[in-house]
């Protein structure tokens, strides 16, 4: 069975975690097949929907709370732990929007990925967590997903109080982006990437481009750039022709 299923569906590439027997958790292999993945995507696709099979969007990482055989120096530890930051890298770098459709446990990797898609929809029986504090892992992997997206006293709270949240206070972090009844969720996902797929590729990608870089700049960099993205990318032929 592939731990990871990919379907192109038109313009949509549908990325299924497929470990539904141990609610999806991810193997540093697995990690590193998804960032292919997303950093590849565009070449073929306007959208990415990521999702877990079974019940469970993603438990976490299946080596989480396990003991090391031995203890690595420090830049082995970093090259262990960068399968994950890469990861994270590929999924705010790519072109174009990713869409996370999170119909159950998101704990760990799995909410820090939730987290750090450009667009995630709940169910309404949605849970996320980050457990790291009790399994003595400090938890700065999935804070640095959660950095341009989630308050510091939210992050604080999830970190520290290792607390299940519900998608409703998911959403208020900023780790979700709506939450819709466990029934409507795949349709309310198929509604979404056909209102994204409305848009002709290069508003798609001028979208994501500055979502992802003018948040960090100052406010006249910021406008200057969307000055200059809305004439450069108004003016191909692409978005011409749906005028």
Do not use: W
Request: proline share 5%; net charge neutral.
């Amino acid at each position: 069975m592939p731990d990871i299923l990919t379907k192109q569906d038109g313009a949509i590439l549908r990325v299924t975690l497929n470990q539904p027997d141990r609610g999806n958790a991810v193997s540093d292999e697995m990690v590193a097949e998804l960032t292919g993945i997303v950093e590849g995507a565009d070449k073929a696709s306007s959208v990415v929907v990521l999702r877990g099979a079974g019940k469970d969007f993603c438990v976490g990482r299946a080596v989480m709370g396990s003991a090391p055989k031995q203890d690595p120096d420090a830049l082995e530890r970093r090259n262990f732990s960068d399968v994950v930051f890469n990861c994270y890298g590929a999924m705010r770098n790519a072109k174009i929007p990713i869409v996370a459709v999170v119909q159950g446990r998101a704990l760990g990797f799995g909410c820090a990925i939730a987290a750090a898609c450009d667009i995630t929809l709940a169910s309404d029986r949605a849970i996320f967590q980050v457990p790291e504090m009790a399994h003595n892992i400090l938890p700065t992997m999935v804070m640095s997903s959660f950095v341009d997206r989630v308050p510091r006293k939210a992050m604080s709270y999830l970190v520290y109080s290792q607390a299940e949240i519900a998608p409703e206070r998911a959403l208020s972090f900023g780790i979700v982006s709506d939450v819709v009844p466990a029934a409507k969720l795949d349709a309310a996902a198929e509604t979404l990437c056909a209102a994204i797929l409305k848009a002709p590729r290069p508003a798609i990608q001028g979208v994501k481009e500055y979502v992802k870089t003018a948040p960090d700049m100052a406010v006249f960099g910021a406008v200057e750039f969307a000055r200059n993205l809305h004439a450069t990318v108004n003016s191909s032929h692409e978005m011409r022709r749906k005028h």
